[in-house]
Structures are given as C-alpha cells and as structure tokens.
C-alpha cells in the first residue's frame, strides 16, 4: 500500500505562486507515474500534470508555461510548482501515483487533496 499526503497549500493573490508538495509513506517504489489533479467547486476533476517514472512530463493545455511537476527520490516524490495564478485555479489539488502491474488495470493512489484559494 502506498500512503500519499500533499502539503503547501493555502491561500494565495493572483499573480502569486506556490509550491505544493507530495508525500509518500509505504512501497512507493511501486508507483511508475507521478501527478496532480484539482478538481474546483462544481466542476469535475481535471489531469494538472504528470511525471512517468522514466521522465516523461505532460500538462493540461490551461496551465502549460505556468506550472511545473518534478520529483525526487526521497520521502517527497513530487511536486508541483505554480506561477501566475489565476483566480479560475482555485481548486483542490490532489497528488496521485499510479502502479503498472504486470496484469490488470493500472492501480491508482490518491492523497486527500489540499485546497488553493486564489483570490485577492
């Protein structure tokens, strides 16, 4: 099992930037892709971005040159960094990891998601 919990969220003017966070507690080493989802008020959950393990990166059109994901191997896998926000981001971010077993469905882990506020 694989634990994931993101940090650095909270409250930030547009313009600003913020630098969230994803923590991995278990057999991470499971996990072969890495990425952000934020799902706003009303609106269903949208792919933010996402890191294979082989390095590989892919971002939704609405934040290409804005954000940025990368990762390291130690207890924080990922992170997402976001400049110039907007206050049509404000959304709750999620880290998931997503597991390639050799048969069947890959299998998706979720932390609990951290809310970002854009707003002045």
């Known amino acids: 099992q694989v634990q994931l919990e993101e940090s650095g969220g909270g409250f930030v003017q547009p313009g600003g930037s913020l630098r969230l966070s994803c923590t991995a507690a278990g057999a991470s080493f499971v996990i072969n892709k890495w990425g952000w989802h934020r799902q706003a008020a009303g609106k269903q959950r949208e792919l933010v971005?996402?890191?294979?393990?082989?390095?590989?990166?892919r971002y939704a059109d609405s934040v290409k040159g804005r954000f940025i994901i990368s990762r390291d191997s130690g207890k924080n896998p990922a992170y997402l960094q976001m400049d110039n926000l907007k206050p049509e981001a404000t959304a709750v971010f999620s880290c998931?990891?997503?597991?390639?077993?050799?048969?069947?469905?890959?299998?998706?882990?979720w932390g609990q998601g951290s809310p970002v506020p854009v707003s002045s």
């Open positions: 971005a996402t890191m294979t393990a082989g390095g590989g990166i």
């Open positions: 998931f990891g997503e597991q390639f077993p050799f048969a069947g469905p890959p299998i998706p882990y």
